[in-house]
């Protein structure tokens, strides 16, 4: 069951709890309410692009949306869009609905919603379906040299 992204957190030394559910359904919700954790601590990590920067992790609880205009601008970029879910596959080598933003294929850039940093612990996706990784959001900033913004709403 060690996926890339478990490797990554055992070679960089981060320490995480694997909590592994029955997965039916993508999405956050689900995912909070299999596991019994609060939505707003359960973490998506969404695939985007921001024009001229390129691809980009962004990190967001999972009781709010991305804002793209703010993620733009804490970028100093002219625009930012989702990348669609070919490409975010492509990239990042996990399938959608089990993006983790450790381990993946190609080096992003990663940019954290600041609301993450309040919670002691957060749920992450482990890099498969129906695995997550409570992780200190501490912890997850710096393994990933995350940039932290208000990106969400």
Avoid: C, W
């Amino acid at each position: 069951m060690a996926t890339p992204a478990i490797q990554f957190l055992a070679r960089h030394r981060l320490p995480f709890e694997i909590v592994s559910y029955e997965h039916l359904e993508k999405g956050a919700a689900f995912a909070a309410q299999a596991t019994g954790f609060a939505l707003a601590r359960t973490v998506k990590t969404l695939v985007a692009t921001a024009v001229p920067k390129g691809n980009l992790l962004v990190l967001v609880p999972g009781d709010r949306q991305l804002d793209l205009k703010r993620l733009a601008r804490a970028l100093a970029a002219k625009r930012a869009s989702m990348a669609d879910p070919a490409a975010a596959e492509r990239l990042t080598g996990y399938h959608v609905g089990g993006i983790s933003p450790f381990g993946v294929r190609q080096p992003l850039p990663v940019v954290m919603e600041r609301a993450l940093l309040e919670f002691e612990k957060v749920l992450v996706n482990a890099g498969r379906r129906g695995v997550m990784l409570k992780m200190s959001p501490l912890d997850i900033r710096a393994g990933l040299n995350a940039m932290v913004a208000e990106v969400s709403e």
